[in-house]
C-alpha cells in the first residue's frame, strides 16, 4: 500500500501547514478584533452614538490595524496562488518571501 | 447531421448539465456558515459565490485535460484517448462517459433531494468507474496508481476522503478554541460585527477556490469527448467556449443555490456563531490550497463538512448533532459506489439498444430521474426564505407560512 505512506506524509504537511494559516490567521484577526474593541475604549456597556462616546485608544486601534493587514496579506498570497496556478506558475518560499516560478 | 454529433452533443449537454449540478451542490461549501449567521443575506451569499465561480473557473488557464486518468484507463498520459477505444468514430468512448456522467448527475441530485453535502468529484468519479468497469471490465480502472505517486481509486478519492475532513475539522477546532480564547470578555457587539467580515472574506477564498477547481473537471472530460469523436486535436488546451460555458454553468449552478444542503450543512450541524463560522471557512480555504499547492486531490464538500464540524468541537458548550454527522459521512461513504452502480447500468443499457438509439436513451433516461427528483423536491421545498428556520431534525422546516417561490 505505496498510497497509505504517500497520503500520511501529505496529511502531516498539509495540517502542520494548515495549522499555521488555517488557524494562526484567524486568530491574529481575533486578536485584531479584541484590540479594535479596546481601541474605541474597551467600555463594555452599550452606548448610543453621540452620547459620552468612550476616550479612543490610538494603540489599541494601531494593534488591530497591525493584524488586520498581515491577515489581508495572507489572503492576498492565497488569491495569487490561486490565480497564479491557473497560468501555471507556483508560489515558491524557498527564498522565505514568496515569489512566482514555473511550475515544474 | 451525422449520427456521432449528436451523440457527442449530447454528451457535451449532459457534461454541462453535471457542472451546473455541482455548482449548486457546492454553494453550501462556501456560504452555508455566511448565510447561517447572517454575515450575509441569502441571496447576497449566493450571488456572491456565483460570481467568484465564475472567475474562479476563468482563472483555470491551465487545465488538467488528464482528469478522468485519476480513476479510469481511458486516457493516455498527454490526455489523448486511448486508439483502441476510437474505432467506430469514438462512440465506445463517448458512450462510457455518456453513462459516467448520468450516473454522477443521478446521485448529486438524489443527495441533493435528501440535503445530505456529497461530493460531485466522488459522483463524478463514481459514474466513470462504474460505467468503465461495465464497458472494459475491471482492468480499465485506475485502482492504485502506479505506486510512483498518489494515484488511483484509492489514492485520490478514498484516502483523501477519509483524511481531509479530519484534517479540516482538526485546524477549524483549533481555529475556533483560539479565537474563543482570545476573544474572551470582549462585548458582543465587536466581535459579531468582525467576524462577520472575517467570515465573508474566508468563504469567498473558498467560492474562488472551488471555480478553478471543478469547472476545468468539466472543461476536462467535454474536451475529452471533442478529441475522441475528432473535433478537436490539442491536448494542451481547451476550446474558448467550452471553457466559458462550463464557467457560466457552474457560477449559474452556483447562484441557484442548492438550499437544502446549506440548510444542512449551516442549521443542522452545530449551531454556528460567527467567529466559528470564519474559523470553518479559513480552517477549508486553508486546507484546499495546500492540498492542491501539495498535489493532492480532495473534494470541497468534505473539507467543508469536517470544518463545521470542528467548529463545533471547538467551542465548549457548542451543541454538535452527530446523528446527522454519521448521516453525512454514510452518504460519502456510499457515493462511489452508488454512482459507479448508477453509470454501469446506464453503461449496459445504452450498450443493449446501442449506438444512436443508446445514447438518446440514456439522455431521456436522465431527464426522467432529474424531473422525478425535481417534482419530489417541490413537496418539501427549501429556499432562500425559509432556509434559515430551526433546525428540526427535517431537510424542509415543518411549518412553511411563506408561500415557495423559489426551487429549493
Not at chain 1, 20 to 26: D, I, K, S, W
Not at chain 2, 319 to 334: P, Q, T
Request: proline letters at 4%.
Amino acid at each position: 500500500m505505496h498510497n497509505l505512506g504517500f497520503a500520511l506524509e501529505g496529511a502531516g504537511q498539509v495540517l502542520a501547514v494548515c495549522l499555521v494559516l488555517g488557524a494562526g490567521l484567524p486568530a491574529l484577526f481575533a486578536l485584531g478584533v479584541r484590540a479594535l474593541a479596546y481601541g474605541t475604549g474597551g467600555e463594555p456597556r452599550v452606548h448610543t452614538t453621540g452620547v459620552s462616546a468612550p476616550t479612543p485608544n490610538r494603540i489599541g486601534t494601531t494593534v488591530a490595524y497591525a493584524c488586520f493587514t498581515v491577515v489581508v496579506l495572507a489572503v492576498a498570497l492565497g488569491i495569487t496562488f490561486i490565480v497564479a496556478s491557473g497560468f501555471g506558475k507556483a508560489l515558491s518560499f524557498e527564498h522565505i518571501y514568496p515569489t512566482l516560478v514555473n511550475k515544474n | 447531421m451525422t449520427q456521432d454529433f449528436v451523440i457527442l452533443t449530447l454528451v457535451i449537454i449532459t457534461a454541462l448539465g453535471f457542472d451546473f449540478t455541482n455548482g449548486f451542490h457546492d454553494t453550501a461549501n462556501a456560504m452555508a456558515t455566511s448565510i447561517a449567521t447572517k454575515a450575509l443575506r441569502p441571496k447576497t451569499a449566493v450571488a456572491l459565490s456565483g460570481i467568484l465561480n465564475l472567475i474562479g473557473a476563468f482563472l483555470s488557464v491551465e487545465v488538467a485535460l488528464t482528469v478522468t486518468n485519476a480513476v479510469v484507463k481511458i486516457q493516455d498520459k498527454t490526455g489523448a484517448p486511448r486508439a483502441e477505444l476510437l474505432a467506430d468514430g469514438g462512440t465506445a468512448l463517448l458512450l462510457i462517459i455518456l453513462a459516467g456522467l448520468v450516473g454522477g448527475i443521478v446521485w448529486n441530485l438524489f443527495t441533493w433531494l435528501l440535503g445530505l453535502p456529497s461530493s460531485s468529484s466522488h459522483a463524478l468519479f463514481g459514474g466513470l468507474v462504474g460505467a468503465t468497469i461495465a464497458g472494459l471490465g475491471w482492468a480499465g480502472v485506475n485502482w492504485n496508481g502506479d505506486g510512483s505517486k498518489l494515484d488511483g481509486v484509492v489514492g485520490k478519492v478514498l484516502l483523501p476522503a477519509v483524511l481531509s475532513p479530519v484534517i479540516a475539522g482538526l485546524v477549524a477546532a483549533v481555529g475556533t478554541w483560539l479565537i474563543y480564547q482570545v476573544t474572551v470578555g470582549v462585548a458582543k457587539r465587536f466581535t459579531d460585527q468582525g467576524f462577520r467580515w472575517g467570515q465573508i472574506g474566508s468563504a469567498s477564498l473558498v467560492s474562488l477556490a472551488h471555480g478553478t477547481n471543478d469547472a476545468q473537471k468539466t472543461m476536462g472530460v467535454i474536451t475529452l469527448a471533442l478529441i475522441a469523436s475528432g473535433h478537436w486535436s490539442q491536448t494542451g488546451a481547451v476550446p474558448l467556449w467550452v471553457k466559458a460555458s462550463c464557467a457560466v454553468v457552474i457560477a449559474l449552478g452556483t447562484y441557484l443555490g442548492g438550499w437544502r444542503i446549506i440548510r444542512t450543512l449551516g442549521k443542522g450541524l452545530v449551531d454556528i456563531a460567527p467567529p466559528q463560522g470564519m474559523a470553518a471557512q479559513s480552517a477549508a480555504a486553508a486546507v484546499i490550497l495546500a492540498s492542491s499547492h501539495l498535489g493532492f486531490a480532495l473534494s470541497t464538500t468534505h473539507v467543508a463538512t469536517g470544518s463545521i464540524l470542528g467548529s463545533g468541537v471547538g467551542r465548549r458548550g457548542a451543541a454538535v448533532r452527530w446523528r446527522l454527522a454519521g448521516r453525512m459521512v454514510g452518504a460519502w461513504l456510499i457515493t462511489l459506489p452508488a454512482a459507479g452502480f448508477v453509470g454501469a447500468a446506464v453503461w449496459a443499457a445504452g450498450n443493449l439498444i446501442g449506438g444512436l438509439g443508446g445514447a438518446i436513451a440514456i439522455f431521456a433516461l436522465l431527464l426522467v430521474a432529474a424531473g422525478g427528483m425535481y417534482l419530489w423536491s417541490r413537496r418539501t421545498p427549501v429556499g432562500h426564505h425559509n432556509v434559515n428556520d430551526e433546525w428540526d431534525g427535517a431537510v424542509s422546516p415543518a411549518a412553511d407560512p411563506v408561500p415557495a417561490t423559489t426551487a429549493g
